[in-house]
């Protein structure tokens, strides 16, 4: 099967790659937006299934609001004893291990350690019967990073049973930001695959030791080298099964966010040599049959939310109904879009594409609705005090515990008394504009078209949404669908 990198281009963040049996696993990170971290399947290494998601929700009162850049940062993904195993740090509030039978079916959530700091876990499950697991440290949580530690666990993986033993300090060999470590064992050797040097400059890191708890030997097995590909770090390396090892990692293309590319891998003196003599490839052929799958886009919700759309904070089915078909979503208190949890977004799969969707509003005083993209800044087009309006949100960040500052200015308005309109989000080459129709009427453009730009470590998200700025509830907006349409 011919492929191109990158090999995805939704923003699949961190990723993490295993195999089982004839199946491919990815898993990635999700942040603030919920059902957290999206579980997606392969039998081709280039076509992806979106299967479920590990978190359904996160235990803690303070994300049944958004909580931007917390959340779940950098997973890991294993199979052991008839167990897919997801493990994710929220950096604030600890150790998580997801448990499934079924990974398209419900995850159970252990919580395994209350810590504040550890971020990026991966275990290893050892011949032995032992059970491991690694981190790193996030500085803003704990005042240290660049360092990995090792811990045992109980054999099941869901008790640390000691302080960890450190091994591997990224300041002893000239690496910064050594993070997302992903632990393997190989004909007896013990290997950590680490990226180093920050997210878009940076370079993979292979450590091998033939001891869990080290020393471990460094080498760099992939950068950028001549290429146009930035950053390539931070991954899974896996088998396919029939003889050829792959190394699955990410490129951060700014608004679109952190792709998957596939890279090849070979050995050479013990060591993996990734890519093409340690630099990326852009092409090439995992020599596995084509198995067509695909990620959902567009949506009339004929029987249920479509598995492509995430909350932006935990899911509270008061925001929402089901039509079948149709969506209506009920207009819950928030000042702004960014605030609102129940901002209902996805994951771009088209660098150009356009966003349609057709909206009833039966409103109350102070609601508004409409389709937007979340970015710092971020853009919306809402119906709102009988007009359209483009609208610009700003955020400045004060600290993870205090309320970012947000606000929104007006970029265009047009008067508008109907309570249904068609509405479009145009997305060109990293730029964004909206446009706006009556049913069966021309497309007219409202504003300019702007900078797409990322948010809180995501790529920019389009989504849908209806919010009450004065702090009541009542009001609701019907969505008929939406639809996506890729364009060249």
Request: charged share 20%; hydrophobic share 35%; glycine share 10%.
């Amino acid at each position: 099967m011919r492929y191109t990198n990158p090999s995805l281009w939704g923003d699949y963040s961190e990723p993490d790659v295993i195999r089982v049996n004839e199946d491919f696993y990815m898993i990635s990170s999700s942040f603030t937006y919920l059902p957290g971290v999206p579980v997606l399947r392969s039998k081709d290494l280039v076509h992806w299934a979106l299967i479920g998601y590990a978190a359904a929700h996160l235990p803690f009162e303070r994300y049944n609001r958004p909580a931007h850049k917390c959340g779940t940062w950098a997973p890991s993904i294993r199979y052991h004893d008839g167990l897919f195993y997801v493990y994710v740090c929220l950096p604030d509030e600890g150790l998580f291990a997801f448990t499934a039978a079924d990974p398209a079916g419900i995850w159970e959530c252990h919580y395994v350690k209350d810590v504040c700091g550890w971020i990026d876990p991966c275990p290893l499950f050892d011949e032995d019967g032992k059970a491991w697991l690694v981190h790193g440290l996030a500085a803003s949580r704990c005042g240290l990073n660049n360092m990995l530690f090792v811990h045992e666990m109980s054999p099941d993986g869901l008790t640390i049973l000691d302080k960890g033993t450190l091994v591997y300090n990224g300041a002893d060999h000239g690496d910064i930001t050594v993070e997302g470590p992903k632990f393997y064992k190989r004909d007896g050797t013990y290997w950590i695959l680490c990226p180093a040097g920050g997210v878009k400059p940076g370079y993979q890191l292979a450590l091998r030791s033939d001891r869990p708890l080290g020393p471990y030997e460094r080498r760099v097995v992939l950068r950028q080298g001549s290429t146009a590909v930035n950053g390539p770090h931070q991954g899974a390396w896996f088998d396919d099964g029939r003889g050829r090892d792959w190394f699955i990692h990410f490129q951060d293309i700014g608004p679109y966010g952190r792709v998957p590319h596939l890279q090849p891998v070979d050995w050479n003196d013990g060591w993996p040599v990734m890519g093409n003599r340690g630099e990326p490839v852009m092409e090439g052929d995992t020599g596995l049959k084509e198995a067509p799958a695909c990620i959902p886009t567009s949506d009339d919700f004929s029987n249920r939310l479509g598995l492509q759309w995430q909350w932006q904070a935990n899911p509270n089915p008061a925001w929402y109904a089901c039509l079948q078909p149709g969506l209506r979503l009920h207009a819950a208190p928030a000042e702004t879009m960014y605030e609102a949890g129940q901002f209902l977004s996805q994951l771009m799969q088209h660098i150009n594409f356009d966003l349609d969707v057709k909206l009833s509003a039966h409103f109350q005083d102070g609601d508004a609705a409409g389709i937007g993209i979340t970015g710092y800044p971020y853009h919306c087009a809402v119906i709102e005090d009988g007009e359209i309006r483009s609208l610009q949100g700003t955020v400045t960040e004060i600290n993870r515990w205090e309320k970012d500052r947000v606000r929104e200015d007006i970029l265009a308005r047009v008067p508008w008394t109907q309570h249904q309109v068609l509405l479009r989000l145009r997305v060109r080459q990293g730029t964004l504009g909206f446009l706006y129709a009556a049913e069966g009427g021309a497309w007219t453009q409202l504003g300019d078209m702007y900078p797409m730009t990322a948010g809180g470590w995501t790529s920019a998200r389009p989504g849908v949404f209806c919010l009450n700025r004065k702090g009541h509830w009542g009001g609701w907006a019907d969505v008929a669908y939406v639809k996506i349409q890729p364009k060249k």
